[in-house]
């Protein structure tokens, strides 16, 4: 997988970047266990990559061209900022996440889960009561393949 299971909010994880393609991703983890196309209503193709022996899944999205977009990870060894996101509280996370100029966090319950949403930063991290299940970020794509950015 990648070297290191760095999260990088708005960059990527690890040695992988959002914007790069299918073949870039393959190139450096090998081929994915498992591959779902996903049908979406806004004609944009989605295309999931699931490594599960990495705990790991990698989004892609466009329609003229799919890059990487978002991850999943439930990866124990995953970072964030450093630290170890899966041995962190929800407050350690918020604390950290606020560090680093992220702050007013969304929280929502949904089935028995909390969700915490740090929308400038594309991240949420899912909790069932203390324990962190899985992190998602990612990054918003365009119908052209190219990461939309604020600027």
Not at 91 to 108: S, T
Request: hydrophobic share 35%; aromatic share 10%.
């Amino acid at each position: 997988m990648t070297t290191t299971y760095d999260i990088q909010p708005l960059i990527g994880y690890g040695e992988l970047k959002f914007g790069q393609s299918i073949e870039e991703t393959i190139d450096l983890l090998g081929d994915a266990e498992e591959i779902d196309h996903l049908d979406t209503d806004d004609q944009m193709n989605t295309i999931v990559l699931h490594y599960w022996e990495q705990e790991t899944s990698i989004f892609f999205e466009g329609v003229s061209k799919t890059v990487l977009s978002c991850f999943e990870t439930d990866h124990l060894d995953a970072t964030l900022y450093g630290r170890k996101v899966f041995e962190m509280t929800s407050e350690e996370v918020i604390q950290l996440m606020a560090d680093h100029g992220y702050e007013n966090p969304e929280i929502e319950e949904e089935e028995g889960e909390t969700r915490v949403t740090f929308e400038d930063a594309l991240i949420d991290f899912f909790y069932d009561g203390d324990e962190l299940l899985a992190v998602n970020w990612g990054v918003l794509v365009n119908e052209a393949g190219e990461i939309e950015t604020d600027d």
